[in-house]
């Protein structure tokens, strides 16, 4: 059983930053992948990044550019640094981790972006 804690969410304004953390109970060596999603009110859950065991990326097309996953396998930690928020940025983002077949998440971190 993994355990995955979110921190690092809030309230910031348009064009601003914030960096989002998932830190995992257990080694994320073993980890196939792992990301972020996200879901706003009203909306379906949506990937926003995911990292693989080989250290490749991928993003939504609304977030490249402006988010960067990274892992810190010394701390097993993920982060999800959001540069250049917008307003549809807004949302509760999810830790997920996916590995032996079955797929861990976290409790969820509110981001609201607004002036």
């Known amino acids: 059983q993994v355990q995955l804690v979110e921190s690092g969410g809030g309230l910031e304004q348009p064009g601003g930053s914030l960096r989002l953390s998932c830190a995992a109970s257990?080694?994320?060596?073993?980890?196939?992948?792992m990301g972020w999603y996200r879901q706003a009110p009203g909306k379906q859950r949506e990937l926003v990044a995911v990292?693989?065991?080989?250290?490749?990326?991928n993003y939504a097309d609304s977030v490249k550019g402006r988010f960067t996953i990274s892992r810190d396998n010394a701390n097993n930690t993920v982060y999800l640094r959001m540069n250049r928020l917008k307003p549809e940025d807004t949302a509760v983002y999810y830790c997920?981790?996916?590995?032996?077949?079955?797929?861990?998440w976290g409790q969820g971190t509110q981001v609201t972006v607004s002036s």
């Open positions: 997920y981790d996916q590995r032996l077949g079955r797929t861990y």
């Open positions: 257990e080694n994320i060596f073993s980890m196939l992948f």
């Open positions: 990292i693989n065991s080989g250290g490749n990326t």
